[in-house]
Structures are given as C-alpha cells and as structure tokens.
C-alpha cells in the first residue's frame, strides 16, 4: 500500500505538472517537481486537439488510446504536432493511472459528444461532478444572408479580440443565422462584450446553456461487403472504392492509419470498431463482422461522410 501510495503521488504530480505546461516544447525536459498534494480544488487543462488529426478526438484518445507511444507517433512528420500529441499522450496516460492508483478522477470535455477540441479535469472524486462547469458556450448571431461567413472568419474574429486559441473550443456554424462558439466560462463576458463583427456583418453574442448547443452528428453511409480476407488493404479498398494496388501505393507511402497509428504492412489484419483513415480519401469504420459459411467475411464498412 505504501509502495502504491508514493507512486500514486508521483503521478499526481505528473498530471498536475501536464496541466500547468500546456506547450510542452516552450518547456525544459528536465523538470524539478517541488512537494505537492493532490488538488482540493480540480485543475483543468486548455482546450487541447493534436494537430491535423480531426478524426482523433481528444475526448477519445484521452479515454481510449492505449497502445505505445513510439508507434502512436509514427505518423506524424511535423516537430511540433509530435511534441503536442506527445503532451496529450502524457496527460492520457496519468489519467489513467490516477483514476487506478488514487481517489482521482479525469473528465475530458468539450461540450458536445462530437467534440473534437476537450478540456480535461482532474480532481478528487468527491470536489470533481460528473459535468464540471469548465466549457461555457456563447450564440453569435447577425445577418449572414448576404455575407457567408466561414468557421475560419469566425475563428479570425474571435482571435482578433486577444483571446488564445487554446482558450477556445469548437465553432458550430449555424448557416444564416452565425455560430456558437464553445470556450472556457471565464472568457464569455469579455467574448460578449469585445466581439461586435465577423468579416463585414455586425454581430451579438448571447451566453448559452451547454444543452442548447446545436450540433449534428457526423453523416456516415453504411454497407456491407463480402472478402476472403480482413486485411487492411482488402476492406480499405472495398470502403473507399478504389483499387488495391492503388491501396497498397498509400499505405507504402504513409498514408493509411488505422486507429491513428500509421500501418506499413498491407496484411494488417482489421477488427470491429477499427477506424480506417486514408489522405485524400477520409474515414472508415469497421462494423458487424460476420463469417459465411463458405469461410469469407461479411464486413460492414460506415463510411465518414
């Protein structure tokens, strides 16, 4: 229990020390850890989505993602995404810990189940509710008829203000009618207050509640199909409609992840629930498997829309 005990506190102040640092590569490797207790009060992190990986929500890969972290990294070619996956992968890690080896609790949160920009809380069981209050949500609303604006004039405007990006969420576009925005609760008063025009079209902004957040859930096709095989190159190609040679060129080339993990072998074997992503092509996942009985594969691939 003692052993237990001392490890536990070790990564408290892992995690703790994750949350105060959310850039990892502005900080020294070498960090001094002073004493420090487990929070009172919970400690949240910045909104946080690795960089160029839509698909890999943080809400996911802060809950989910357990496999190693050199193969994790395999697909990322840029210094900084690896230093910033690398920071989300810290904080994934002590978060499970903790919640195994201390009365600590880790929430990812971003809104809205789709999110793909979360913040993450941890805390003791007893301070940290199921639903902390640590992502506000506010409706921009204006006369957009005549003036599109895209999620990029939103996100410009907002910018413009001096806000951070990592105090900033998602942006739900709303056609005509504007956006909601999702950021930290602290900074929705001054959004409300500073924020008076994206692109040419004057706008208001309104705190809302969480619920009243309108967001669609990701538009997805579903088929089956029948193969000799579950290998990666013979689904994949199956599910994007396109040959397996062209499938194999891709994958040679670095650019088929299944889970987010880069795949290099085309015999890579898939299993419900896997997630295909191929550059240029999108998302499969992996449904129901069924075998025939003539020894091939019932597969049912949902294609990201």
């Excluded at 502005?26 to 946080?48: D, E, G, V």
């Excluded at 943080?58 to 840029?78: T, Y």
């Excluded at 602290?186 to 409300?192: K, P």
Aim: charged residues 25%; contains cysteine.
């Amino acid at each position: 229990m003692a052993l237990a005990s001392c490890k536990a506190q070790w990564i408290a102040r892992r995690a703790v020390q994750a949350l105060s640092h959310p850039h990892p590569r502005a900080q020294p490797r070498a960090i001094r850890f002073r004493r420090l207790s487990y929070p009172s009060t919970p400690r949240f992190s910045p909104f946080l989505s690795p960089y160029g990986q839509s698909a890999s929500q943080m809400c996911h890969l802060a809950q989910a993602v357990k496999r190693n972290e050199d193969d994790l990294l395999n697909g990322f070619g840029d210094k900084n995404a690896i230093e910033e996956v690398k920071h989300v992968l810290e904080m994934k890690e002590s978060m499970l810990l903790l919640e195994k080896l201390a009365d600590i609790k880790a929430i990812a949160q971003g809104g809205y189940p789709q999110a793909e920009r979360c913040r993450i809380s941890i805390g003791h069981i007893e301070t940290l509710t199921s639903e902390p209050d640590i992502v506000g949500a506010v409706s921009i609303t204006g006369n957009f008829s005549f003036d599109s604006c895209s999620h990029g004039d939103f996100l410009g405007a907002i910018l413009a203000t001096g806000i951070a990006r990592d105090k900033l969420g998602d942006i739900l576009l709303q056609g005509e009618r504007g956006a909601q925005i999702l950021i930290v609760p602290e900074l929705v008063d001054f959004i409300m207050a500073t924020l008076d025009k994206v692109g040419n079209v004057p706008v208001s902004c309104t705190r809302i509640p969480l619920l009243a957040l309108e967001f669609e859930p990701p538009r997805t096709k579903s088929f089956r199909s029948v193969e000799a095989s579950l290998r990666v190159d013979a689904l994949a190609s199956a599910g994007f409609k396109i040959s397996r040679s062209k499938l194999a060129v891709l994958i040679s080339n670095g650019d088929v992840r299944v889970n987010w993990t880069t795949v290099t072998k085309n015999g890579t074997t898939l299993k419900s629930g896997d997630i295909v992503s191929v550059s240029g092509q999108g998302r499969l996942k992996i449904g129901e498997i069924i075998t025939t009985r003539k020894g091939k594969f019932a597969v049912e691939l949902i294609r990201y829309l």
